[in-house]
């Protein structure tokens, strides 16, 4: 899990520093996370030796997409709210509500 912990910190970053990546060989379009610091993310589990550039790629997009999920799901309730702004608390109504972020639950505490 703690590839998604960093999955998390990384896309967090990313929307601070604006993104921009480089685009992986071959992929269809490029990562918006930056890969640099997804690697960076990756070393420093204990766990992990080595990570390929494809690798480190697809945690990127993994991250993106799953940002991208749970924001949606959060402007639903942004949106009931009559509001643009996503609020802790539409976060905190996305992962009650969505059974695949339950792992989440308690997280923002």
Same mark, same amino acid.
């Given at each position: ?5 960093? &999955?998390?910190? %990384?896309? &967090? ?7 921009? &990546? ?6 269809? *379009?490029? &990562? *918006?996370?930056?890969?640099?610091? #997804? ?8 766990? #992990? ?8 790629? #697809? ?6 997409? !799953?940002?991208? %999920?749970?924001?949606?799901?959060? !402007? ?21 509500? #969505?059974?695949?972020?339950? !792992? ?6």
């Amino acid at each position: 899990m703690a590839a998604a912990a960093a &999955a998390a910190e %990384t896309a &967090a970053a990313a929307a601070e520093d604006g993104g921009g &990546a480089a685009p992986c060989a071959g992929a269809a *379009r490029a &990562a *918006r996370l930056p890969l640099s610091r #997804v690697k960076a993310l990756v070393k420093a589990d204990p766990d #992990v030796s080595l990570a390929s550039q494809e690798a480190v790629f #697809v945690l990127a997009r993994a991250a993106e997409l !799953f940002v991208e %999920t749970i924001a949606k799901d959060a !402007f639903v309730y942004a949106q009931q709210g009559k509001r643009k702004t996503l609020q802790r608390k539409d976060l905190d109504n996305a992962i009650e509500a #969505v059974d695949e972020f339950a !792992f989440l639950e308690g997280t923002l505490d």
